[in-house]
């Protein structure tokens, strides 16, 4: 049976979790989605504590809805980011490559998998994996160039 555990460490501006949920697949993918999260969560608080100051006050009500925005948008780009990775993982594996293809097609299945959990529109489903497989290639392509 499969076993998970939990480490972290914390030197310098790096912090480094690993999560070991008993298959590689699995853990890439918790891993994309918890630090994606975490950035889009961050960036959500910052955006409205901007807000906060700009105004010059801050309620419970306020705190309560940016508190429930951080975990929408954490949910949401996590979720992006775990699709992402482990569609680019599992291409990987069964391709027996890492190439800017495996970017690609991770990109397109995950544009293609979270336009459809929000719309049935099949144009925008398309539309949606076509930009997600560019905008992944792109980011591989300009990887490779650092």
């Given at each position: 049976?499969?076993?998970?555990?939990f480490?972290?460490?914390?030197?310098?501006?790096?912090?480094?979790?690993?999560?070991?949920?008993?298959?590689p697949l699995l853990?890439?993918?918790?891993?994309?989605?918890?630090?994606?999260?975490?950035?889009?969560?961050?960036?959500?608080?910052a955006?409205?504590?901007?807000y906060?100051?700009?105004k010059?006050?801050?309620?419970?009500?306020?705190?309560?809805?940016t508190?429930?925005?951080?975990?929408k948008?954490?949910a949401?780009?996590?979720?992006?980011a775990?699709?992402?990775?482990?569609?680019?993982?599992?291409?990987?594996?069964?391709?027996?490559r890492?190439?800017w293809?495996?970017?690609?097609?991770?990109?397109a299945?995950?544009?293609a998998v979270?336009?459809a959990?929000?719309?049935?529109?099949k144009?925008?489903?398309?539309?949606?994996?076509?930009?997600?497989?560019?905008?992944?290639?792109?980011?591989?392509?300009i990887?490779?160039?650092?």
């Amino acid at each position: 049976m499969p076993s998970s555990g939990f480490s972290g460490s914390l030197t310098g501006p790096k912090v480094d979790v690993a999560i070991d949920m008993g298959h590689p697949l699995l853990n890439i993918t918790v891993d994309g989605f918890l630090k994606i999260g975490t950035v889009a969560a961050t960036r959500a608080a910052a955006e409205d504590a901007y807000y906060a100051v700009k105004k010059g006050s801050i309620s419970s009500h306020n705190f309560e809805q940016t508190l429930k925005k951080m975990c929408k948008e954490g949910a949401y780009w996590g979720t992006v980011a775990g699709v992402y990775v482990g569609a680019e993982y599992g291409v990987e594996r069964i391709r027996g490559r890492r190439d800017w293809k495996n970017a690609m097609i991770g990109g397109a299945v995950a544009g293609a998998v979270i336009s459809a959990a929000t719309s049935s529109n099949k144009d925008r489903i398309l539309v949606d994996a076509i930009t997600g497989g560019a905008i992944a290639t792109a980011a591989e392509f300009i990887n490779y160039l650092t």
